[in-house]
């Protein structure tokens, strides 16, 4: 069965920073390309960040600079280190696996940006 899980969300004030994880299980984590999407209320999930199987990285408009996306094969798990973090950066953050037409998701982890 696979498994994504996320972790780290929580309340943060603006400019703070918060460290997101992902850990897989079920799959040969290192054979997928990896990422984190974002949902705010009243909004389409984005995608925000991508980490590919050779570890090239691509980032949103909005997130450039501001957040890394990182990942360790050894230990199935991809981070999300987000920097300066803004209001509009509340959301619910989900972390997606895909490779060859197969695609996972995880529950989802919420993090609110507020002072």
């Known amino acids: 069965q696979v498994q994504l899980v996320e972790s780290g969300g929580g309340l943060v004030q603006p400019g703070g920073s918060l460290r997101l994880s992902c850990a897989a299980s079920g799959i040969i984590f290192s054979t997928y390309h990896v990422g984190w999407y974002r949902q705010a209320p009243g909004k389409q999930r984005e995608l925000i960040a991508l980490?590919?199987?050779?570890?090239?990285?691509n980032y949103a408009d909005s997130v450039k600079g501001r957040f890394t996306i990182s990942r360790d094969n050894a230990k199935n798990t991809m981070y999300l280190q987000m920097n300066s973090l803004y209001v509009e950066d509340t959301a619910v953050y989900y972390c997606?696996?895909?490779?060859?037409?197969?695609?996972?998701w995880g529950q989802g982890t919420q993090v609110t940006v507020s002072s």
């Open positions: 980490i590919t199987i050779g570890g090239s990285t």
């Open positions: 997606n696996a895909r490779f060859d037409g197969y695609n996972y």
